[in-house]
């Protein structure tokens, strides 16, 4: 256990539905991300926050919207999504942007 | 950007033997390596980093070397055994005025042979 807790671990959707993703960490850092892990490609980061405020987003389209109501908790919220958006989606948290980051299990994606 | 990039894509050694994965970077200005390990259906999890003030960091079977000046870093596994079968991912992050996410290499798939 890394202290990085993602639900579900599971997730198939449809293209019009709507889902959210869920990121909790108990290690007490003020730093998370989404990252989007496809095959054969390196993992993409989508998403930064830094005390709760977004520094980064890396190009991502609309569907994916995040949101960090603290320092604790990092949702990823999913709509109208494509076939090509299925992947492995993780987060991870760290103490400052410049330390080691720690990852949870991800949520395997397949949209239908 | 950062640019990483990550060799071999597939390696296979026989137990007991060594390993080493290779990564070049592009950006002068990253200063910390981590090295990830991921099994399958897991998260990665970091099993040694190094930062741009060392050459050389062990850890037990696990040794990570940094050539600052060539830009490239390398993990190197001695005495390998069944369970480092896994993909190994590389990364590097430079010191930016905000948070900085990680950029990955594409990972090295590697597999032990009995």
């Known amino acids: 256990e890394t202290g990085v807790t993602q639900t579900p671990r599971h997730l198939v959707m449809g293209m019009t539905n709507k889902k959210s993703l869920k990121c909790e960490q108990h290690?007490?850092?003020?730093?998370m991300y989404w990252y989007k892990q496809s095959a054969k490609k390196p993992l993409e980061l989508m998403f930064v926050?830094?005390?709760?405020?977004?520094?980064e987003n890396n190009s991502v389209p609309s569907r994916f919207s995040p949101e960090c109501p603290n320092s604790s908790h990092l949702f990823l919220h999913l709509h109208t999504l494509q076939p090509e958006d299925s992947a492995l989606y993780l987060c991870?948290?760290?103490?400052?942007?410049?330390?080691?980051?720690?990852f949870g299990q991800g949520t395997r994606l397949t949209v239908v | 950007g950062e640019n990483v990039e990550q060799h071999p894509s597939t390696l296979s050694v026989q137990e007991g033997d060594s390993a080493v994965i290779k990564c070049t970077y592009s950006?002068?200005?990253?200063?910390?390596f981590p090295w990830y390990k991921q099994e399958l259906g897991k998260g990665p999890q970091l099993i040694i980093d190094i930062r741009s003030n060392v050459g050389e960091k062990k850890d037990q079977r696990i040794a990570v070397t940094l050539n600052k000046t060539a830009k490239h870093f390398s993990l190197h596994i001695t005495e390998t055994q069944p369970e480092d079968s896994a993909v190994y991912f590389c990364a590097a992050r430079a010191v930016g005025g905000g948070a900085d996410g990680l950029t990955f290499g594409k990972g090295t798939h590697l597999i032990i042979q009995p």
């Open positions: 950006d002068s200005a990253s200063n910390y």
């Open positions: 991870a948290s760290s103490q400052d942007s410049e330390r080691e980051a720690f």
């Open positions: 290690l007490g850092h003020n730093a």
């Open positions: 926050y830094s005390l709760e405020e977004r520094v």
